[in-house]
């Protein structure tokens, strides 16, 4: 009797999960319109959107160092399973040879897994299962959660992580025992937030390649401005025509604060590139300045140096907009992304770079969360130091405050920025270059350098929520 229930429950078992599955790919089928009125979104789009807010619905709320439930993990698997099952169809077509049964050898058409799906999307899956193991691994801690709402003022780094993190307020306190993390749980801990930010550095390289691969809209090409100088504004443009251009003092003189703003200087610094590439194409027009009394050598000659500035200007652009990425490695996805990602029709490559994208912000979520860790660790050893240091004579007290400024150390602090403002930056690159027109104007492009960052272009950012990182 019993083997027969059980048999009972796993028929049920079995035949729930093929009708979730038929109402999955009903709706990928249908784009996502359930009028069926065919509005509906292409297939590309749809299975992006599909596996998007998979992730979201199983590690949208990871917020504790702690394995994935049971049933949060079955769901990922079973559906990504689904999901997946459509790379086994996508094929090319390549040339083989074949012995038929009287010896004779002959050339055909042979199926194969395409390329980048064949090399890319077993990485994925490794690089899923290795994050999933690194969730696994936090089981049994020296370390707990407190929500923020319940958490009492203690003199430890309670307070000091409430103020890191206000405003991310949905976030649990981590708690540590007397005395922080013990030396082999603090090992422990750096040296998976090293193979987790080496899995992030994996996604990210699959998702830029991916994203990379993917046509260019004629959309956004159509919104661009003419000229770069209108995408990046006076005083950024000027800077990196600049024969001292450097991107690292660039950024370090312009200092974005928010992400917000850094997103709206990837978006011009993308769309002046776009803007120059386009310049250097064969079909590119002459200058307004050439006349038609020229001779047509001197035409080429001209065309051939307008060509060689803009594939300058692009590759200074693209240096920009790389140490940009690099300084905010959490920055959502620019208007291009996005664009790419609405417009494609490649299902291959949309299921690679949502596949990709998921496992970008799982690894990113992990690393912050370890970061955290080690950052309030950080602040309890300090505060120990300190409060011994109050019992020695000759310590050196902080000039304003009468007391020790604690110094953090670790991997999961950032370098303060250097002391160079903006104008003291901004006349580095300015002046002396033989290309201004002089120092008052020089001047007047430093003194307005704050407002025009924060116009630039009308930004082109039209990101739906579920395009962006989770």
Known sequence: ????????????????????????????????????????????????????NLCASVFGRLWRLEPLPSDKRSLWRREMEWLLSVTDHIVE?????????????????????????????????????????????????????????????QADGTVSFQKRQEDKWWLPVPRLPPGGLPE???KLLSHKLESVNQILKASTAINSST??????????????????????????YRCITSERFSSECLLD???????????????????????????????????????????????VK???????????????????????????????????????IQYNKDVGKSILES???????????IAARIEDLLYVDDINKQSDRLSSAHRT???????????RTPLLVGSCHKPMRCGMGVKRVLTHYLVGDGKANGCGQNRQGIDAVSTRVSEGIASHRSIDSKYQLI
């Open 93 to 153: 077509l390549k040339p083989s040879l074949q012995i038929l049964p009287n010896g004779a050898r002959v050339e055909v058409m042979s199926c194969q897994p395409r390329s980048d799906l064949y090399v890319n999307l077993p990485a994925l899956q490794k690089l899923d299962s290795m994050l999933l193991e690194t969730l696994d691994g936090f089981s049994k801690t020296v370390f707990w959660y407190v929500d923020q709402g319940i958490v009492a003022p």
């Open 393 to 403: 004579p000759n310590k050196s007290p902080d000039p304003a405050t009468g007391e």
């Open 302 to 340: 001209d065309l051939v140096a307008y060509g060689d500035k803009s594939e300058l200007l692009a590759e200074r652009a693209e240096s920009l907009l790389q140490s940009l990425k690099q300084r905010f490695p959490g920055l959502t996805q620019t208007t291009l992304d996005a664009t790419k």
């Open 355 to 365: 596949y990709s994208r998921a496992m970008e912000s799982l690894a990113f979520n």
């Open 211 to 236: 994203l990379a691969d993917m046509e260019v809209p004629e959309s956004y090409l159509e919104t661009l401005p003419k000229t770069g100088r209108a995408c990046l504004g006076e005083v950024i």
């Open 253 to 299: 003189c312009l200092d974005l604060e928010s992400e917000h703003a850094a997103l709206d200087m990837a978006n011009c610094v993308e769309a002046a590139i776009y803007v120059w590439r386009r310049k250097q194409s064969p079909k590119s027009t002459p200058h307004p300045s050439h006349c038609a009394a020229r001779s047509s050598w001197v035409i």
């Open 1 to 52: 009797m019993e083997s027969l229930a059980e048999h009972g429950d796993a028929d049920t078992t079995e035949s729930r999960e093929i009708e979730m599955m038929k109402e999955k790919f009903a709706k990928l089928l249908l784009g996502e319109d359930m009028s069926g009125s065919g509005q509906g979104v292409c297939s590309a789009l749809a299975i992006s959107n599909a596996i998007t």
């Open 184 to 186: 082999a749980a603090r």
